[in-house]
T-cell receptor, first 112, second 111 residues
Framework: DAGITQSPRYKITETGRQVTLMCHQT?????MFWYRQDLGHGLRLIYY???????DKGEVPDGYVVSRSKTENFPLTLESATRSQTSVYFC???????????FGQGTRLTVV | GENVEQHPSTLSVQEGDSAVIKCTYS??????FPWYKQELGKRPQLIID?????GEKKDQRIAVTLNKTAKHFSLHITETQPEDSAVYFC??????????FGTGTRLQVFP
């Protein structure tokens, strides 16, 4: 199916474990973004990518790692999960950084 | 870096009334200002956007205004309906760079 998809939709992990959230888009959009959504903080940018092999930090990058070896995929890895990383994570893509961003359905991550 | 502030955090209106949400941005070079609507449990979706070379844009019951001098932009919803109830986010983008969002406004429209 065309669009942008995230997996898994729900994830529970333990403190200290590594976890990877996946994001895949079929539009060949150049830009991809990772946001986290927390009550009272809105959508905060974690990392973004302007093209394959190009990534840059957003507002809250600490504790996260990204890679983009292929245009269509933009995985987000929590190297050692902490309770403060419990959140809803949204991936998004856009043709350029200043055009409509399309969001995935989100991943609800709980760190216990 | 870019910073976007959004007010109010919650807004309650009677059906048929107007609703206004305001945002300010910090980087005067920002040139793209979208608004997203997020219904409960759903993903954010674009409802309207404006670029820095335009002062106002309308789409049926929604409109966005931009004041570049004051570095603020606003979303106006007229004749509100219960289905307008959602969280609304403003955002700002510098050139082709990252998109930074405000903290959101929860709009409740009462019948």
């Amino acid at each position: 199916d065309a669009g942008i998809t995230q997996s898994p939709r729900y994830k529970i992990t333990e403190t200290g474990r590594q976890v990877t959230l996946m994001c895949h888009q079929t539009w060949s959009h150049s830009y991809m973004f990772w946001y986290r959504q927390d009550l009272g903080h809105g959508l905060r940018l974690i990392y973004y990518s302007a093209a394959a092999d190009i990534t840059d930090k957003g507002e809250v990058p600490d504790g996260y790692v990204v890679s983009r070896s292929k245009t269509e995929n933009f995985p987000l890895t929590l190297e050692s999960a902490t309770r403060s990383q419990t959140s809803v994570y949204f991936c998004a893509s856009s043709d350029r950084g200043n055009t409509e961003a399309f969001f995935g359905q989100g991943t609800r991550l709980t760190v216990v | 870096g870019e910073n976007v502030e959004q007010h109010p955090s919650t807004l309650s209106v009677q059906e048929g009334d107007s609703a206004v949400i305001k945002c300010t941005y910090s980087d005067s070079a920002s040139n793209y200002f979208p608004w997203y609507k997020q219904e409960l449990g759903k993903r954010p979706q674009l409802i309207i956007d404006i670029r820095s070379n335009v002062g106002e844009k309308k789409d049926q019951r929604i409109a966005v205004t931009l004041n570049k001098t004051a570095k603020h932009f606003s979303l106006h919803i007229t004749e509100t309906q219960p289905e307008d109830s959602a969280v609304y986010f403003c955002a700002a983008s510098l050139n082709t760079d990252k998109l930074i969002f405000g903290t959101g406004t929860r709009l409740q429209v009462f019948p």
